[in-house]
């Protein structure tokens, strides 16, 4: 037994053993991987560094050049930095070349017109005489002699006109297929111009009917205009980044949403020298300070510019107003997230605008003077509320519904809930129609979600209000109130506004009383709609009894 035992513990061991030394051979072979791959890592730091000092050493070869280089990139980083500066000293003062016959197609048909073939010839008719037998005077004394030089002339000629027919037939095929091939060519390419041609037609008639839609004042076509007015500035490349262009007929007012441009198009580089002694560069960057003025000075100068280039090119006088929204989008430090927010934001009128000489301004100044809003460094990129900025692309909006010849005499409270939706959308686009405020109703949803929404392009109180249409019997609750503002942050709208056939209890009102909430219980909405010649009224009783019934 202990000798089983013996030879089970020297089993257990080679097998402990086994698998030791292969886990050891694959620790090895680990080893020797991670060992190749730095070799490999360390191989290419060796050959970039290398490469790096070889392009260095070519550089420093000779001593001028190195000098030069260092003068050039001096120069070339401060030249930057003045052009970026310099935006408004050369701001256009007339107006930026613009045409709609540049969207046009004016290019030829490319495709290459068939040529007609090279026919080939036929040959030339057969000469009788070519072939007529040659008499001598031995062939009129021996008549068998003659007649037989002339049945052999009469062969050679019927040989000739057979060997011509075949010819002439077999050319003559090869010039009919030649010449069908031709017309089927030359039709394939006159059907192709003919399509080309009235394509180019159609195309440049539609935007001749931009044009004219434009001169209409029709908002698509004047922000398409002012669009290609700012693509077509000679900003510098890195200013020239991207917007959204939104027009408001009735006010007259544009709105741009302009992404600013990075901290980083400044160069940094203040000076580079080349030290003779040590044969190196030496270099000396600005300071953050410095190039946080900078940044600060470019984004004032590209706001006012970009105003300007507006309001030059306005030249049918479709613009009363422009609002300029500097959008960034970057990385929270704090959060390590990307964000876009608008850190500056400016309104300006045309009359005012046109009283200045842009050139001569000094960019923070003049950005002040028309009352802009940013916070005290831009460089900082601090978030602030745009003056204007409407979106009005919500696939939630729905046809409206005219419901002003359902209304008189009619009891509220009972109404259609989705009636009512509607003339709730109608009496507030009464009530605010003189400032060219527009109202859109939403899908009907029975959710208490959003009813309606109004853009108000007043510069002062206007911007995206949420309205909420309550047709109640009861008393309106708190929650509806809270669900109000809850809505209302979500939709990054200015004002809420909750409108009841019923009352507010007053936990209601103290609720709102410290928020951009408005509400409109049921004699307010008389009042309004009376305001507005329409003949309704409200009835709690009868519309509990109503409702009742019809359940």
């Not at 004699?523 to 309704?536: E, F, P, R, T």
């Amino acid at each position: 037994m202990a000798r089983r035992s013996g030879f089970l513990s020297t089993t257990i061991r080679l097998a402990k053993a086994i698998e030791t030394d292969s886990r050891r051979a694959q620790n090895a072979a680990i080893r020797q991987h991670n060992a190749q791959v730095r070799y490999q890592q360390k191989l290419q730091r060796e050959y970039e560094k290398a490469e790096k000092q070889a392009e260095r050493e070519r550089l420093l070869a000779k001593k001028e050049n190195a000098i030069k280089y260092a003068i050039d990139k001096t120069n070339e980083s401060e030249k930057k930095r003045v052009l970026l500066s310099s935006i408004i000293k050369v701001a256009e003062i007339k107006p930026i070349d613009f045409s709609w016959n540049q969207f046009k197609k004016f290019d030829s048909f490319s495709d290459t017109k068939p040529r007609e073939p090279k026919y080939k010839e036929l040959p030339n008719e057969i000469n009788i005489d070519d072939y007529k037998a040659q008499i001598t005077f031995i062939d009129k004394i021996f008549k068998s002699r003659k007649l037989k030089k002339i049945s052999d002339a009469q062969i050679k000629l019927k040989r000739a006109i057979d060997y011509r027919t075949n010819e002439v037939n077999e050319i003559q095929s090869k010039n009919t297929i030649l010449k069908q091939n031709f017309e089927n060519d030359y039709n394939s390419w006159k059907k192709k111009k003919e399509e080309f041609e009235k394509e180019q037609k159609e195309f440049n008639k539609e935007i001749d009917r931009q044009e004219q839609a434009f001169y209409r004042n029709e908002q698509e076509y004047v922000e398409i205009y002012f669009d290609t007015i700012l693509s077509s500035s000679n900003l510098p490349e890195e200013l020239l980044t991207s917007w959204i262009i939104s027009y408001e007929p009735k006010s007259k007012i544009l709105i741009v949403d302009y992404d600013l441009p990075d901290r980083d198009i400044i160069p940094q580089l203040k000076t580079m020298k080349y030290v003779t002694t040590r044969k190196e560069f030496t270099e000396t960057l600005l300071k953050d300070k410095d190039i946080d003025l900078l940044y600060d000075e470019i984004l004032f100068q590209v706001c006012l510019r970009v105003t300007n280039d507006i309001y030059i090119s306005d030249t049918n006088d479709q613009i009363i107003s422009v609002v300029f929204n500097g959008i960034y989008t970057g990385i929270n430090q704090g959060t390590g997230k990307e964000e876009t927010k608008c850190i500056m934001t400016l309104q300006t009128t045309k009359i005012d605008y046109q009283q200045i000489n842009i050139q001569n301004v000094d960019a923070k100044a003049c950005f002040l003077k028309f009352k802009g809003i940013s916070g005290s460094k831009l460089s900082e990129f601090v978030p602030v509320a745009p003056i204007l900025q409407l979106n009005k692309e919500d696939n939630r909006f729905v046809e409206a519904k005219d419901v002003s010849g359902m209304i008189n005499g009619t009891n509220l409270a009972s109404m259609d809930w989705e009636d009512f939706e509607h003339l709730i959308r109608e009496i507030f686009e009464k009530e605010f129609a003189i400032n060219g405020s527009e109202i859109k109703i939403t899908q009907a949803s029975r959710d208490g979600g959003v009813d309606a929404v109004m853009f108000d392009p007043d510069p002062i109180r206007g911007g995206k209000y949420i309205i909420q249409a309550k047709r109640y019997t009861n008393v309106v609750g708190v929650s509806a109130v809270r669900d109000l503002y809850g809505t209302l942050m979500n939709e990054g709208a200015v004002k809420g506004i909750l409108v009841t056939t019923a009352h507010y209890g007053a936990d209601s009102y103290d609720f709102a009383k410290d928020k951009p909430i408005t509400l409109i219980n049921g004699s307010n909405l008389l009042h309004m709609l009376q305001k507005h010649g329409y003949d309704a009224r409200i009835d709690i009783e009868e519309a509990k009894k109503t409702l009742t019934e019809n359940q």
